[in-house]
């Protein structure tokens, strides 16, 4: 069973960029597995931040956005908030189901 | 206000049977699939399945199947998941959440691209003896 892989942690300094990625145990993400990406923060629901890929969901602002690098989808946060601290996950479409990573807790210190 | 309202938490036996639910409003509860992620406790996100309202079709994932029901009255806009014997590692978040629809620039519907664009707040489910 392939499984989706995510950086289990990843620190960035107020004001950086980070880019955060989202993998297959095996072969390559592309668009043709509509990466999309949520954003949870501790005793809260998820929230959808990208999806298509590079689609921001409504309401969130322009310093996140997705992309494919290489052979992996991507979320990059330019211009890191304290609030940005939280947990991370993707989620890729297969055979009529979705498979969530397994969340990248992003550290803002 | 477009909105998933999901029923209160729960405190259940081993073996017990529970129904939860998720009430949609403010949009066409039809228009849209509804699905299931649990999360139990300090864990990650985790796709159980889901359900087209409309017609009843549903998909699981094959780590669920089998163990849960997903179901839905589309008369009272509201989607459930259900378990007829409980169990200690149940114990968890259960967050239903709405899937977009999303076109491409044609306008075509883009019926492989799944994600949720709506949450609701979740149920806590806690299986003790």
């Known amino acids: 069973q392939t499984v989706v892989t995510q950086e289990p942690s990843f620190s960035v300094s107020p004001g950086g960029t980070v880019t955060l990625t989202c993998g297959l145990s095996s072969g390559s993400v592309s668009t043709s597995y509509y990466p999309s990406w949520y954003q949870q923060t501790p005793g809260r629901p998820p929230r959808t931040l990208i999806y298509s890929t590079n689609t921001r969901s409504s309401g969130v602002p322009d310093r996140f956005s997705g992309s494919i690098l290489g052979n992996k989808a991507a979320l990059t946060i330019t211009g890191a908030q304290a609030d940005d601290e939280s947990d991370y996950y993707c989620v890729l479409y297969m055979s009529s189901a979705m498979v969530f990573g397994g969340g990248t807790k992003l550290t803002v210190l | 206000e477009v909105q998933l309202v999901q029923s209160a938490a729960e405190v259940k036996k081993p073996g017990e049977s529970l129904k939860i639910s998720c009430k949609g409003s403010g949009y066409t509860f039809t228009s849209h699939w509804i699905g299931w992620v649990r999360q139990m406790p300090g864990k990650g996100l985790e796709w159980m399945g889901i359900i087209s309202p409309g017609d009843s079709d549903t998909r699981y994932s094959p780590s669920f199947q089998g163990q849960v029901t997903i179901s839905a009255d589309k008369s009272i806009s509201t989607a459930y998941l259900q378990w007829s014997s409980l169990k200690a590692s149940d114990t968890a978040m259960y967050y239903c959440?709405?899937?977009?629809?999303?076109?491409?620039?044609?306008?075509?519907?883009?019926?492989?691209?799944?994600?949720?664009?709506?949450w609701g707040r979740g149920t806590l489910v806690t299986v003790s003896s």
């Open positions: 959440a709405r899937r977009g629809n999303s076109y491409d620039g044609s306008g075509y519907y883009e019926s492989r691209n799944w994600y949720f664009d709506l």
